[in-house]
């Protein structure tokens, strides 16, 4: 039986790549630093994976299940000497320590005379690979066997789990399962998982799809919805306007991605439309405010906001409804710790690097009147028309 190894027994570990490796009858083995967590999946075995949708929920018994902790170091590097694949899920912030224990497994299968790794970096860190690549290096104390560190793109929605007393390592997710990861990447075969679809041509189009699809379209409609005194994610899909100004923010950047990759904006449209439908799903409960959270990090250069105005702006498509996307984050911006709104526009207007004859300034202006779609779409379409002039 073939063995994987998932650093992170969370809500993407649990609940997408460690239950494709335990669907497609791999044994897994998840190692985290929650002792009740790991003690419990260890004792069960296993858990269930519940998705919900607006269609009620389906129940999956995930088996074939092990736990260790983190720091069980010695049972980790052994574990890592019989797998066949690795993934972590993590979080970046917590890499440093699990490439170190890469760093021990790879150089016990050299010295075992066991074959190259491949692991699958799920985190949500642009160029997680190259970061975890560097920090195994900076731990290896001796020859490593290869390894592949491979890109992908983490499309489920998983949210915060509710406690359950009788279950509590069950996991709810949406029935969405599809991960692809980057091929060229890997040192040794394909495994053969359905769920996990291998990308052999260049991985970048499907991580900018994830950044500035899917990231920068949950981010803007958590941002409106917190405006509109919205609990939820769902509630703010359900809402025509809403949603009519997060779509057409995605529709400019599946537009940008299609220039810049010269492909066919058809399936980047249909994506944009199967994401909307997917947020619209009341199961997930996800709240506006876990979505919206941490704007510092939303807001960085290349991120899901500025990110998708710049892929605009390099592609020379308009992104009259993604500045909107970043005026909204910058008022969300403002309201953190240390921050307020001329702070907070320095540092975006610094990081634009164009100008906008300010376009962004007023839309920033209007959002602080309250949340008005009418107003809003005046500002948008006042400068549809001069754009068209221009």
């Not at 574990?79 to 899920?89: N, Q």
């Not at 619209?280 to 409960?285: E, F, Q, S, T, V």
């Amino acid at each position: 039986m073939s063995t994987a190894v998932v650093f992170g027994a969370g809500g993407i570990g649990r609940g997408f790549v460690g239950a494709l490796c335990a669907q497609a009858g791999w044994r897994v083995v998840f190692v985290d630093v929650a002792e009740g967590l790991v003690g419990r999946l260890a004792a069960d075995g296993g858990y269930r994976l519940i998705e919900v949708s607006s269609a009620g929920e389906r129940i999956t018994p995930i088996t074939g299940v092990s736990a260790l902790l983190l720091g069980d170091e010695d049972a980790v590097v052994a574990a890592l000497v019989e797998a066949d694949l690795v993934a972590t899920a993590v979080g970046a912030e917590n890499l440093p320590p699990v490439a170190r224990l890469l760093a021990l497994g790879l150089a016990a299968r050299r010295s075992a005379g066991r074959g190259g790794l491949d692991a699958l970096v799920c985190e949500n860190l642009h160029d997680a690979p190259a970061v975890l690549r560097r920090l195994i290096d900076e731990q290896a104390g001796a020859a490593l066997a290869p390894v592949g560190l491979a890109r992908t793109s983490i499309g489920r929605m998983v949210p915060v789990q509710l406690p359950d007393a009788d279950h509590p390592a069950d996991v709810r997710v949406e029935p969405y399962s599809f991960l692809p990861y980057e091929a060229s990447a890997l040192v040794g075969e394909q495994p053969a998982i359905p769920g996990l679809v291998p990308v052999s041509e260049s991985f970048d189009l499907f991580a900018d799809r994830k950044l500035y699809l899917h990231n920068m379209g949950h981010a803007m409609l958590a941002y409106l919805g917190e405006a509109a005194g919205l609990t939820y994610i769902w509630e703010a899909a359900e809402r025509f306007d809403l949603r009519y100004f997060v779509r057409n923010a995605m529709v400019e950047a599946a537009c940008a991605l299609a220039q810049t990759y010269a492909t066919p904006v058809a399936p980047l449209l249909r994506h944009v439309d199967d994401l909307l439908a997917r947020f619209r799903n009341p199961g997930l409960g996800d709240t506006t405010a876990r979505v919206g959270r941490d704007p510092v990090r939303k807001m960085q250069p290349g991120d899901r906001l500025l990110g998708a105005y710049t892929l605009c702006m390099d592609a020379d498509v308009a992104p009259l409804y993604v500045t909107l996307a970043v005026a909204l984050g910058t008022r969300r911006l403002s309201a953190e710790p240390g921050w307020d709104q001329e702070k907070a526009m320095a540092f975006v207007a610094s990081h634009l690097g164009r100008d906008d004859d300010g376009y962004l300034s007023d839309l920033v202006d209007e959002l602080g009147t309250g949340l008005d779609a009418d107003a809003l779409q005046r500002l948008i379409d006042s400068r549809f028309a001069v754009s068209r002039v221009v």
